[in-house]
């Protein structure tokens, strides 16, 4: 298994309205995307550390190959207006994926 995490900073002040977008596109992904392959996935922002203005955009897939035909199917048309829309928010330059091979699972 495998996490996957699509990091960026926003604006200051902007967090709201990239969420927005990405939350749209999120449900654009799983509708017409091979993100539906994905075990799960969550939105992340900073709290302590990290400014409130990084987010975590993160999936849980079960294999580097699943996660593979995800990010090549983003290519497609339906998903031009959510990266046109987030585009403009985006701190140039700070957007990148970290990739985590999952070793062990513990249970409280």
Do not use: N
């Not at 902007?14 to 091979?34: I, N, Y």
């Not at 998903?79 to 701190?91: Q, T, Y």
């Amino acid at each position: 298994m495998i996490i996957c995490q699509w990091h960026l900073d926003v604006q200051y002040g902007r967090q709201g309205d990239a969420l927005a977008v990405m939350r749209a596109w999120g449900t654009e992904k799983f509708a017409s995307s091979e993100f539906r392959r994905a075990r799960g996935a969550r939105l992340l922002c900073g709290m302590l550390g990290p400014s409130a203005s990084h987010i975590v955009d993160e999936y849980e897939f079960d294999s580097l190959a699943d996660f593979e035909a995800a990010l090549a199917g983003m290519s497609g048309p339906q998903f031009r207006r959510h990266s046109d829309a987030l585009a403009p928010l985006i701190v140039p330059g700070s957007q990148h994926w970290v990739v985590y091979r999952v070793l062990e699972e513990q249970r409280a």
